[in-house]
């Protein structure tokens, strides 16, 4: 079982940066791909970016890619998400997951309860 607890969002100006972090109890925190998702009003959750379990491969949006980043470390049982250059559109409430690097975008095992992320023209 893996726990998970975001932390980080808030109000930006557009074309401001936010820095998210997720941290997972568990002692299998290092076994599992990684990943962020998110869900604007009136939307459905789709997947932003993801990292597998040793940082050295990343998977992007093409919404977001060139302005977020993401990192892990395993040590800190922690993974954070960089969002830079932000623009309104990425206004949502904004979820950490866990789960198999194959299955994340889709099926992810575990869930946060999710951070808010306001964007302001």
């Known amino acids: 079982q893996v726990q998970l607890v975001e932390s980080g969002g808030g109000l930006v100006q557009a074309g401001g940066s936010l820095r998210l972090a997720c941290a997972a109890s568990?002692?299998?925190?290092?076994?599992?791909?990684m990943g962020w998702f998110r869900q604007a009003p009136g939307k459905g959750r789709e997947f932003v970016i993801g990292?597998?379990?040793?940082?050295?491969?990343?998977y992007v949006a093409n919404s977001v890619k060139g302005r977020f980043t993401i990192s892990r470390d395993n040590a800190k049982n922690t993974v954070y998400l960089q969002m830079n250059s932000l623009k309104p559109e990425d206004t949502a409430v904004y979820y950490c997951?866990?789960?198999?690097?194959?299955?994340?975008?889709?099926?992810?095992?575990?869930w946060g309860q999710g951070t808010q992320v306001t964007v302001s023209s």
């Open positions: 997951a866990a789960g198999s690097e194959v299955h994340l975008q889709l099926r992810p095992d575990y």
């Open positions: 990292i597998n379990w040793n940082g050295g491969r990343t």
């Open positions: 568990g002692r299998t925190f290092s076994s599992y791909a």
